[in-house]
């Protein structure tokens, strides 16, 4: 079973991507919804986080605090390491079980928004990077979250740049453009796939 990575910057179109894919009948495992899950009170990685960085990540009603997580970590590099010890090895291994459990098909996507910051591209045969320009990235971004510019510029500084990304990649969709081109890009990805496994 061929395994595709799907990777982008934020705002770039992966969750929109994966959706489509998932539309033709490919079966999607999703990174951030594992590691989302994972970081869910009472689970895995929820007492390991509070263990490092304290009661005061918690909210009111007993989650982790991800506003408060996401700044800290923003802003101290150290603590952005932490954080990423705790949770790649465990994502990385529940990615590998969501592998196994997969039925028989002729290729999966593998939603990985952090794909090379995670050092995961050994968990995949092929890399797509989907692609936007920043100001349709930052657009796009910001009606779909509400977040300001300079909140998504930082995560976007975070992330590694465009061109180390798109050096990478073996498959690129460009995403400047309407949904329905972004589809038939997907669809000719879709059948390319389909050749190469047959
Ligand atoms: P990512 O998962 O990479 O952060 P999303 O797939 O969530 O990005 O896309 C960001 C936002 O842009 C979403 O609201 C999505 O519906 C919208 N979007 C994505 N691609 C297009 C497109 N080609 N045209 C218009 N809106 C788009």
Do not use: W
């Amino acid at each position: 079973m061929l395994k595709i990575g799907l990777t982008g910057g934020i705002g770039s179109g992966k969750s929109t991507a994966a959706d489509i894919f998932s539309s033709l009948g490919v079966t999607i495992i999703d990174a951030d919804l594992i590691a989302h899950q994972l970081t869910l009170s009472g689970n895995e990685c929820f007492s390991k986080i509070i263990h490092e960085f304290g009661n005061s990540f918690i909210t009111s009603d007993g989650e982790l605090d991800r506003k408060k997580m996401a700044e800290t970590v923003f802003s101290d590099l150290s603590k952005k390491s932490a954080l990423e010890n705790i949770l790649h090895p465990i994502v990385r291994q529940r990615i590998l079980h969501e592998i196994a459990l997969t039925p028989d098909s002729p290729y999966i996507v593998l939603s990985i928004p952090l794909l090379f910051e995670s050092n995961f591209t050994d968990l995949v045969d092929r890399i797509i990077v989907i692609d936007a320009d920043d100001d349709i990235r930052i657009r796009r971004t910001s009606q779909r979250d509400g977040r300001s510019e300079a909140q998504i510029q930082r995560i976007m500084d975070n992330q590694v740049d465009r061109q180390t990304r798109l050096e990478q990649a073996n498959d690129i969709l460009e995403n400047n453009g309407e949904l329905e081109d972004l589809r038939a890009s997907i669809y000719n990805l879709h059948k390319k796939y389909l050749n190469m496994t047959s």
